[in-house]
Every structure is written in structure tokens, then in C-alpha cells.
């Protein structure tokens, strides 16, 4: 048993948790800066980027997060590689969309053809990575939003007393004290990209999900290629366990982050803190 | 061939009334249009009957967890905390393994395997969970002036929750459970995606948009219809939702009212 828990596939196993890890490390702050810039632009002064925006914003409120999982990596691809295309073939006269297929020069294709099979595992990540970016970005931009409105408005009255630019109030005033109230969005937001990284499966990286089925599975009932039955069950229960565990450490060190932000400012959690101190 | 025989053919091609073989090549707008909103109808089936289900859990989940005595209060925590603490996508590929192999114990219960009462099974325990979450907060955010007046009243035990404590609660979680409903619905387009087969072709609306995207290989018509048809929907549930929580509040003054307000959750 711990024999069979150390072959070559286990061990493949073992570094799709690296793989999930990977994948919030790089997200949470590309999220974190499509959000910001998507707020910006919400409150911009500016009508077409202020549309932009908000559109931008929105979008996640009426749809599913799944479609646009499937819809962006598609689309990204065919955007890249429809990009490439124009720059690097410029004279080719055929249409790009000829029924049901989607062709573009042989230079243009991504990753190259003849690349190997590493660059393809890492330009699907990136796909993968750069479409939870997005997506997480609307929400991050929701919970931003909303905190820079929640920012007391006489704190900035004051920047403008003393002279500052726009500018200035912005970055020395609103910025700083916007992440107080953005924390708990934040926060439930990390709870969603943790449990939202199992759909890495349904855009075609070899992830934990992918792993458990097939190793758990057994690919033809007779002659299977491990020497147990349908495991399946066994090592999904192993992933819920994995997640549960993610959950209830970000739980704590998110309830300490927390409590490191709120001291000291003017939100009824800091007074409970300055009172509970004194 | 017009666009009302298309819709006779697929408009219930999701329950696998009409034409059997979907469409293969020379895909029209109609044809997106008629399948697609077609599988709608597994996406409300399952966010409605989860819904109306998860609602009685998630009460006494609440209560539950707000119970003094541990064996009572202890196993609705965990209850909740396991399903809110792992992905839904976790879930349903764990309950359909689960169910396969209950399958192969009792050849009864094989109709746990299909996407129509398995899938339904795993979207009502996950809404009870996450309603149930919101109530507690809810529960925990009654007035103590309300039960003083309650308990004024003369009123105990059965009565003082249903006239009291439960309208109250109620009306506190109503804009948190709103979009709790917003995002079950989204919710459900996960099913076909996980375990759960998609007998005979018969999918929900992602399914269908999944295919033609396949097929087609053209993302930009079959997801933006996808989309169109979530948006009604949504407007739909924030509609009805909306009109629930103006008959909860309609005893208060206009400004002191419960404000509707988006939070993301997902699962």
C-alpha cells in the first residue's frame, strides 16, 4: 500500500496540489489588480471608461462564472492567435472562419506546432490563470468599488482642505483606507478562488481532479491498470478533505489579518478593540 | 426550415421529447437559440425544487447551530461548515461516486446516479448550508427588544418563533438570501459538468452551449446566449425575491427597509 502510494503517477498526483497552489498564488494578485483597475474605471470621470467599468463590474452579477471559464479560454486563444495571424501573415487571402473550423497560419498557431510538450502545459496555464484573473478581477472590482465608497466622505473633504490634487487625495487617502472595508469582501473572495480552483479541470489542465479520476478509476473493469477497484470515491473524499483544510487555515489567518487592519481605525471594530484594550 | 419547426423539434429536447439527433452541421441562431433555452429548464428545475427544499433545512439548520445543547448544535456546524467549506464541484463528483458504489449495494437506488435526483440531492444539501449560515447571522441579529415585547406579550415557546423570531429572521436575511438564490441558479450549471452524465444528450443550458462551442468552434454565439438567458433569469429571481422582501418589511418605515445589495457567492 504506502508502496503503491509512492509510483510515478502518484507522484504526478502529488504535484497537481503544487499545480493548485501555483495557480492561486499568480491569481489572487492579477485579480486583485483587474479589480482595482476595474474600479478605477468605474469611477472614472471619463464616460466611456466609467461604461467600461461598469460593464465590467457587472458582468459577473447576472451569469454564471462557469460560462465564462468556458467562453474566455476559446476566445482568448482564438484573440491570440487571430492577433498573430494579421501581424505575421499578411497576405494570406483565405477566411479565418471556414465553417466549422477556425484556421490560421502555421506560424501563427500557439503555441507552435512543433514546440514541445511543456510549452503547450504552460500556454494552457496561462490561459487558465489569466481567465480566473478576469473573472476574479469583476468581483475583486465589486468589493473595491464599494469600499472606496465607503471610505468616509469628509476624510477626503479634508484632503481638499489642505490643497491636495485629485491625484493626491486618491492615493495618499483613499487607498490606504479603503482596505479596511474591502477586507471582508476580500476575504470571502479568497474563500471563492480556493473552491473555485477545481475548475481548472474543465479548461484542460491536468489538475487534482483530473488525477483523482484517473487514478481512482479503473479503465477497463478486467484488465485495469492498478491493482485496486474504483478507488474514486476514496480519493475525492481525499480532495474534500485537502479543501476543507485550505478553508479553515485561511479562516484563521484571515480573522488575525483582520484584526491587524481594524486597529486603530474609526469602524466599530476598532473601537470594540480600543475598548477591549483599555 | 423555419424557426417554429425547429423550436417543435428542440424546445423540449432537454427532457428528450422531440427530435432525437441534435443538430450536426449548418448551425442557425435558431437553433442556438431553441436548444439552449431549452436545457433552461433543467437549470430552473434544479435551482427551483433546491431552493424550496433547502429552505425548511436551512431553518432548522439555524436553529440548530444557535442551540445550546452540543449534540444538537455540534452536528449542524459541521453540517455547515463541510458544505461550505469545499467546492461544489468536490461534491458532486463525490456524491456521484458515492452513489455509484451505494448502486452496486442496492440495485434500488440506481436512480441516485442520474443527474435529475443525484445532482438535486447535492444542490439541496449545499443551499441548506449556505441559507442556513445566513439565517444563523440572522437569527443571532433579532432585536432583544423584539423578544422582550414577545415575551411581554405573554408569548412562548411555538408561538413566539412563528410570530416573532422567524418573521424576523427572515426579513433580516432576506437580501443575503436573494443572492444566495442568484448564485444557486448559477450554481446549477455545474451538474453536467461534473459526474452526473448527461443521459441520451439531455443537458442543461451550458451543456448545449458546450456543444455548439465545440462543434462550431466559434465561443462568440452559443455563451453570449448562455448569458442572455442567465440575465433573465436573474432579473427574474431579484423580481420575485424583491417582491417577498417588500412583504416582509411592509410593516416598516420606508427608510428603515432591508436594501437589496450583490455579494458574490459562489461555490
Known amino acids: 500500500m504506502a508502496c503503491y502510494l509512492t509510483t510515478g503517477k502518484q507522484m504526478l498526483f502529488y504535484w497537481s496540489f503544487g499545480t493548485v497552489l501555483l495557480l492561486l498564488a499568480i ?19 471619463i464616460l466611456p471608461l466609467r461604461w467600461f467599468g461598469k460593464g465590467y463590474t457587472a458582468m459577473v452579477r447576472g451569469v454564471p462564472d462557469i460560462a465564462f471559464f468556458l467562453f474566455f479560454v476559446i476566445a482568448l486563444d482564438q484573440g491570440l492567435e487571430w492577433i498573430r495571424h494579421k501581424v505575421k501573415c499578411p497576405d494570406w487571402d483565405q477566411p479565418i472562419r471556414q465553417g466549422s473550423d477556425f484556421i490560421v497560419c502555421a506560424q501563427a498557431k500557439l503555441p507552435l506546432g512543433n514546440s514541445p510538450q511543456i510549452w503547450h502545459e504552460i500556454y494552457n496555464f496561462s490561459l487558465a490563470i489569466f481567465t480566473f484573473g478576469i473573472v476574479f478581477g469583476a468581483f475583486a472590482a465589486n ?51 480556493i473552491k473555485a480552483t477545481p475548475l481548472l479541470f474543465l479548461l484542460g489542465v491536468e489538475d487534482i481532479v483530473y488525477w483523482a479520476r484517473e487514478l481512482g478509476g479503473t479503465a477497463n473493469p478486467r484488465f485495469t491498470d492498478y491493482p485496486h477497484g474504483d478507488w474514486r470515491l476514496w480519493y475525492f473524499l481525499a480532495l474534500l478533505v485537502f479543501y476543507l483544510g485550505m478553508t479553515r487555515i485561511s479562516e484563521i489567518y484571515l480573522g488575525k489579518l483582520t484584526a491587524r487592519l481594524t486597529r486603530g481605525q474609526a469602524t466599530m471594530g476598532g473601537e470594540a478593540m480600543r475598548r477591549a484594550g483599555a | 426550415m423555419s424557426c417554429l419547426q425547429t423550436i417543435g423539434d428542440y424546445g423540449l429536447r432537454s427532457l428528450g421529447i422531440g427530435e432525437r439527433l441534435l443538430p450536426r452541421s449548418d448551425f442557425t441562431l435558431c437553433q442556438h437559440f431553441t436548444l439552449i433555452g431549452s436545457g433552461m429548464i433543467w437549470n430552473i428545475y434544479f435551482g427551483v425544487l433546491a431552493l424550496l427544499a433547502g429552505f425548511f433545512l436551512a431553518t432548522a439548520l439555524a436553529m440548530g447551530k444557535n442551540a445550546t445543547n452540543p449534540w444538537v448544535r455540534k452536528p449542524a456546524e459541521w453540517f455547515i461548515f463541510v458544505f461550505r467549506g469545499s467546492p461544489l464541484f468536490i461534491q458532486f463528483f463525490l456524491a456521484y461516486f458515492l452513489f455509484l458504489s451505494l448502486k452496486q449495494q442496492i440495485p434500488a437506488l440506481s436512480p441516485l446516479t442520474s443527474a435529475a435526483l443525484g445532482a438535486l440531492i447535492v444542490l439541496f444539501l449545499n443551499t441548506a448550508a449556505y441559507s442556513g449560515e445566513i439565517f444563523y447571522g440572522a437569527l443571532r441579529s433579532v432585536p432583544r427588544g423584539d423578544l422582550e415585547a414577545a415575551d411581554a406579550y405573554g408569548l412562548s415557546g411555538w408561538n413566539k418563533f412563528r410570530r416573532v423570531v422567524w418573521p424576523t429572521m427572515l426579513r433580516l436575511a432576506w437580501p443575503a438570501y436573494t443572492n444566495e438564490a442568484i448564485f444557486l441558479f448559477h450554481a446549477t450549471t455545474l451538474v453536467f459538468f461534473s459526474g452526473f452524465p448527461a443521459w441520451q444528450q439531455r443537458g442543461d443550458a451550458l451543456y448545449y452551449a458546450n456543444y455548439f462551442a465545440d462543434k462550431t468552434f466559434n465561443p462568440f454565439i452559443p455563451y453570449p446566449i448562455v448569458a442572455f438567458y442567465f440575465i433573465l433569469l436573474t432579473l427574474t429571481v431579484i423580481g420575485v425575491f424583491g417582491a417577498i422582501n417588500r412583504r416582509l418589511n411592509r410593516h416598516l418605515p420606508q427608510d428603515q427597509r432591508a436594501r437589496m445589495r450583490m455579494r458574490p457567492l459562489l461555490r
Open chain 1, 27 to 45: 491569481t489572487a494578485p492579477v485579480a486583485l489588480i483587474f479589480g482595482f483597475g476595474g474600479a478605477v474605471a468605474a469611477r472614472s470621470h
Open chain 1, 143 to 193: 468589493v473595491i468599488y464599494g469600499a472606496m465608497r465607503a471610505v468616509p466622505r469628509p476624510q477626503l473633504e479634508t484632503a481638499e482642505a489642505y490643497g491636495m490634487s485629485h491625484r493626491q487625495t486618491f492615493w495618499r487617502i483613499l487607498v490606504p483606507q479603503m482596505w479596511v472595508y474591502a477586507l471582508p469582501g476580500l476575504s470571502n473572495l479568497w474563500m471563492i478562488l
